[in-house]
């Protein structure tokens, strides 16, 4: 009645709010009343970190937001409680930090640097995919701290990866999807360091990936096959391609997906299948089962998907089928020994 109004909340004030209040969570008789003040805040942040709809954010305010979140370790903070709060922060702590790692100044993404000296933060958003009612979160702010090679590195580096081997076979298909996302991500982003880990990790990396492709998921089955090709053919991974392709258990492999009831995981094979076959410098091992199979395989490629062929004029641009007919004729032609380059299979 006398005409006060609230004074705005200052970054610092928000920051301190929300550390009082996480400290509260675990012993607070009504947490209810706690998340409450948790999310009100969390969303008081997101409004000075993306604007208010009708201005854009203040870079001052984003500026001494940021300071304070660094200072008072609160994105730690955020994620060890992540699954004790409401809904809507969830997807608020999601957003908030996703923001805060594209911040950039200058060359550097002072959030990328915060996370690569604190590794627990990157070890408790990897363990967050075994909880159902955090994991797409947690993998929401994961795929934007893989964008950071720095990042990257750690997750690959750290023993924690090999969970991902289990991770995108939960029987959660959300999870298990969002998991692949993930796990794709790394393995694609950052082509360096990625040719490095192979490299230094075949053996291990290609022993739990076989399981991936005997997986009785459909959905693994066909997605760690394509990925499998992607890898394969990035001209980065010459020489764990080169391995992978001397080695007769994986052609073995390839020519039985090759013969899968699903005719998509019939298709992925051919795209890995194809790197064995064109080769010029095969293995003699590879040689000899090529040859071995070579009238079988023939006739089987002949009829291979016929239904994805399509004739196309001079001087028009060819689709993926047009593409998959000129492939599948030069793979029966190689395996007869008519012709053989890999570099043709390259993008």
Sequence with gaps: ?????????TPLDLVKGIKDSLAKLAVAADRRKVNEDISKNLAAMKVILYGDGASDPNPELVAQLSHEIYNNDILPLLIINIAKLEFEAKKDVSQIFNNL??????????????????????KTLLAGYENQEIALNC??????????????KQILDSPN??????????????????????????????????????????????KRYVELLNSTNYVTKR??????????????????????????????LMMNLLRDKSRNIQFEAFHVFKVFAANP??????QDILLKNKEKLVAYLT????????????????SDDETFADEK????????????HIGKLFS
């Design 161 to 206: 990866f090999w969970k991902f081997f289990t991770f995108v076979e939960f029987p959660t298909f959300d999870v298990a999807s969002d998991a692949f996302a993930t796990f794709k991500d790394l393995l694609t982003k950052h082509k360096q360091i990625v040719s490095v880990f192979l490299n230094d990790n075949y053996d291990e990396f290609f």
């Design 223 to 252: 997605q760690s096959l394509k990925l499998l090709g992607e890898v394969l053919l990035d001209r980065t991974n010459h020489a764990v391609m080169a391995k992978y392709i001397a080695d007769p258990d994986n052609l073995k």
């Design 101 to 122: 790692l594209r911040r950039q100044i200058g060359t550097r993404f002072p959030t990328a640097e915060y996370i690569s000296l604190r590794p627990d933060i990157l």
């Design 303 to 318: 009829t291979f998907h016929n239904d994805r062929a399509v004739d196309v004029d001079d001087g028009v641009a060819k």
């Design 1 to 9: 009645m006398f005409g006060f109004t609230r004074a705005k909340r």
């Design 281 to 286: 410098n095969k293995a003699k091992p590879i």
């Design 329 to 340: 004729l030069y793979l029966i032609n190689a395996i007869q020994g008519k012709n053989g």
């Design 139 to 152: 993998g929401i702010i994961l795929r934007e701290c893989i964008r950071h090679e720095t990042l990257a």
